[in-house]
């Protein structure tokens, strides 16, 4: 297959500024501590702000572990295989927040790398058969340490094609939701001509 001029492979460390894991410190629902986001606030690919908790995080703490929005947040380690290895990125309402330890941030020049294209990428399944095959075997715990998300390795075009080609999956993911949307209307529809005839 012949590449598009100007992509290049690479591994996710080279496209990283920072990568780090978060707080291991117990998280409560008491909110005069540090919001956290654990892995059932980015388990759904995306960041979701109910059922927050709080952690008593030193100041030096809440600096290190302070989110920038589209940092991305990926999920070290769970039971499912399915979820391992799946990024979220920060919205700006989350910016500001700290994250647990079950969680690496990866932070990347944001002005050279598209967050939502990484995004992307990790979900691609290219990308999740590189997290997937070494631990599909593992009992218990999965996990996916620094070094193994440092090399991940995926194709990266131009930043104004990451920005063309975000768009165009944003454009087609709107489009899938709005058919959804009208067959599930239609569903009704039918349902309720179903019950009138009835």
Same mark, same amino acid.
């Given at each position: 297959?012949?590449?598009?001029?100007g992509w290049?492979?690479?591994?996710?460390?080279?496209?990283?500024?920072?990568?780090?894991y #978060?707080?291991s410190?117990?998280c409560d629902?008491?909110?005069k501590?540090?919001?956290?986001?654990r892995?059932p606030n980015? /388990?759904? #690919? +995306?960041?979701?702000l109910?059922?927050m908790k709080?952690?008593?995080?030193?100041?030096?703490?809440?600096?290190?572990?302070?989110l920038e929005a589209y940092?991305?947040?990926m999920?070290r /380690?769970? #039971?499912s295989?399915e979820?391992?290895?799946?990024?979220?990125?920060?919205?700006?309402?989350a910016?500001?927040?700290?994250?647990a330890g079950?969680l690496v941030r990866l +932070?990347t020049l944001k002005?050279?790398?598209?967050?939502?294209?990484?995004?992307?990428?990790?979900?691609s399944?290219?990308?999740r058969? +590189?997290i997937?095959r070494?631990?599909?075997?593992?009992? #218990?715990l999965?996990?996916?340490?620094?070094?193994?998300?440092?090399n991940l390795?995926?194709?990266l075009?131009?930043?104004?094609?990451?920005?063309?080609?975000v768009?165009k999956?944003?454009a087609?993911?709107?489009?899938?939701?709005?058919?959804?949307?009208?067959l599930t209307?239609?569903?009704?529809?039918?349902?309720?001509?179903?019950?009138?005839l009835?």
């Amino acid at each position: 297959t012949e590449v598009p001029l100007g992509w290049e492979p690479v591994r996710l460390e080279e496209v990283a500024v920072s990568m780090r894991y #978060g707080t291991s410190i117990k998280c409560d629902y008491d909110e005069k501590h540090a919001p956290v986001l654990r892995i059932p606030n980015v /388990s759904s #690919g +995306q960041i979701t702000l109910d059922d927050m908790k709080y952690g008593p995080l030193s100041e030096a703490d809440r600096e290190a572990l302070s989110l920038e929005a589209y940092d991305l947040l990926m999920i070290r /380690s769970n #039971g499912s295989l399915e979820i391992v290895g799946r990024p979220a990125v920060v919205p700006p309402e989350a910016a500001g927040m700290a994250f647990a330890g079950y969680l690496v941030r990866l +932070q990347t020049l944001k002005e050279a790398i598209n967050s939502r294209y990484v995004w992307l990428a990790l979900n691609s399944s290219a990308v999740r058969d +590189q997290i997937e095959r070494p631990i599909r075997s593992a009992v #218990g715990l999965k996990n996916v340490n620094l070094t193994e998300f440092g090399n991940l390795s995926f194709w990266l075009p131009p930043i104004a094609e990451q920005h063309r080609i975000v768009a165009k999956v944003d454009a087609l993911m709107a489009l899938c939701d709005r058919l959804e949307a009208a067959l599930t209307t239609a569903d009704t529809t039918r349902a309720r001509l179903l019950e009138a005839l009835l």
